[in-house]
Structure formats: C-alpha cells, structure tokens
C-alpha cells in the first residue's frame, strides 16, 4: 500500500520557468491538500479539492494552479516560477465522515529550489 | 483569522523522561485536533487526534489533553526515546485545517 507518493522529491528550476508537481494517492480519499513549509510559517494551504473536478484556494494561492482529473491524482502547476516560491511541498489527503473531515494523511513532500 | 501557536520551540529532554509540548488555539468553534510528527526531511506524521468532545485520549506512549475553556491542547510523550526527536505541531479544523509552527523536541541520550 504506497498511501500517498510525491514527485519529484527535489527539484531546481529558474525564474520565470513553468513547473508541475505530481501527488498520487491510493486510498481513495475524497479530499486532498497542498501546503507549502517555510522557517516561521509553519505549513499554509495553498489549494485543496473535495473531490475530482472540485478545487478551492486556500491561505496562499497566488502563482499556483491545480487541477484533479482523477480522484488519486492532485498536480500542482507552478505557472511562472518565482524566487519567493522555493519551499518545501506537501500533499496530503483526507477523508469526510459524519460530515466532518478525518485526520489528513501527508507526502514526503518535494523541496523545490526557484533560482 | 485563525492563529495556532506552540509556547516553546523547542524542547530538550533527558533519555526516559516525560516530555510535555504545549498549543494554543484561538478559534473556539474548532472541534477537531491532531498532533503530527514531522522528523528531518520528512512529511508529518499523524500522532493522536482528539475531538472536542473529549478532554483526554491516550495512545501508546502518548496522551493529548484537551482545555477548552482557555483553548489550550498538549502533547505528553511518555519515556520519552532519542526517536522521538523531531518536530511536533498541532492542528485545529476549523472550517479548515490550521497548523502551528512546531516545537523541535531534543531527546538527549
């Protein structure tokens, strides 16, 4: 059972330079996350999905997109990479019961290096 | 908007003893917490979680309180190991998840 896998785990790239990160996720969860991990920020929500063709901004959405296609898949597309967008990545995934969310379940994340 | 935060960022322990690490929260209608783990190049890792519900949930090795008069929530880690140095933080559903920066806990041997 590989739970939820990230990819790439490390990437550098350059400013201005279009970038996708990929999140697969086999337990079937209806929803999924992605944060971004800085020193003093702890983790902030970038975009998340409730379910497949269902997206939502979160804390800090700008320069991001996402789409989710499939249930298991939630690639986040860094359109115009940007300096202030070097951080680490994490996708996570989740499940709705009794209406309320369960605990979410995170990658190994994807450190992302914008020169 | 909401605010999670830690008392200490870090924390150093001896080997075998008892380790409290401490969280606030601001948002009164939040119903659901959780403590994650999160080791050195690593995604956080699920600990425990508690519901509003409860004051106290214990695990193996580790028990969170819950006070929701003053909206405080602590992680206690029992004999304490050098595996568990790592970064604890906390995580109150709001209407979203909100997470607090974390507490670098240093198990000394």
């Known amino acids: 059972d590989a739970g939820i896998t990230q990819s790439p785990r490390y990437k550098i790239t350059e400013t201005g330079r279009q970038v996708t990160l990929m999140c697969h996720q086999t337990w079937s969860h209806s929803y999924m996350f992605w944060y971004r991990q800085d020193l003093g920020h702890g983790l902030r929500l970038i975009y998340y999905?409730?379910?497949?063709?269902?997206?939502d901004k979160g804390e800090v959405p700008d320069g991001y997109v996402v789409s989710r296609s499939k249930t298991e898949n939630f690639p986040l597309t860094l359109e115009s990479a940007t300096r202030s967008q070097t951080s680490v990545y994490f996708c996570?995934?989740?499940?709705?019961?009794?209406?309320?969310?369960?605990?979410?379940?995170f990658g190994p994340g994807t450190r992302l290096l914008v020169l | 908007g909401e605010s999670v935060g830690l008392h200490l960022p870090t924390l150093s322990v001896q080997e075998g003893d008892n380790s409290i690490i401490n969280c606030a929260y601001s948002?009164?209608?939040?119903?659901?917490f959780i403590w994650y783990k999160q080791e050195s190049g690593k995604g956080p890792q699920f600990i425990i979680d508690i519901r509003s519900n409860m004051d106290k949930r214990q695990g193996q090795r580790v028990t969170v309180l819950l006070n929701k008069t003053v909206k405080h929530l602590s992680l206690q880690i029992a004999a304490t190991q050098p595996g568990d140095s790592a970064v604890y933080f906390c995580?109150?559903?709001?209407?979203?998840?909100?997470f607090g920066t974390g507490t670098s806990l240093t198990v000394i041997p």
């Open positions: 948002n009164s209608a939040s119903d659901y």
């Open positions: 995580a109150e559903d709001g209407n979203q998840f909100y």
């Open positions: 996570a995934s989740s499940e709705w019961t009794a209406s309320r969310q369960e605990t979410q379940y």
């Open positions: 999905s409730a379910a497949a063709d269902i997206t």
